[in-house]
Nanobody
Framework: QVQLVESGGGLVQAGGSLRLSCAASGSTFSSHAMGWFRQAPGKEREFVTA????????YYADSVKGRFTISRDNAKNTVYLQMNSLKPEDTAVYYC???????????????WGQGTQVTVSS
């Protein structure tokens, strides 16, 4: 069992930056792939980025490639999402998730955090 708690969301102007954190409990964190997803009002939850258990492989949605960076610190049981050059269309609730393999599908992840709101003003 893995419990996930996101933090770091907030209100930022377009062009600004935010760093989200996702703290995990449980001794199996380092064996899980981790992903970040987001959900805007009236839209389905969508893939943002994912990282393998070792951190050696990362994947990004085209919409965030070059602006967002995912990383993890297995010693701290934490995964991060550095978001730069934020745009109003990045506004959403951001969720971290843990799964067995690195995947882009919501259904492939077993554990989810409660989400943190990111609002980008124009």
């Amino acid at each position: 069992q893995v419990q996930l708690v996101e933090s770091g969301g907030g209100l930022v102007q377009a062009g600004g930056s935010l760093r989200l954190s996702c703290a995990a409990s449980g001794s199996t964190f380092s064996s899980h792939a981790m992903g970040w997803f987001r959900q805007a009002p009236g839209k389905e939850r969508e893939f943002v980025t994912a990282i393998s258990w070792s951190g050696g492989s990362t994947y990004y949605a085209d919409s965030v490639k070059g602006r967002f960076t995912i990383s993890r610190d297995n010693a701290k049981n934490t995964v991060y999402l550095q978001m730069n050059s934020l745009k109003p269309e990045d506004t959403a609730v951001y969720y971290c998730a843990a799964g067995t393999l690195v995947r882009k599908s919501v259904a492939e992840y077993d554990y989810w955090g409660q989400g943190t709101q990111v609002t980008v003003s124009s």
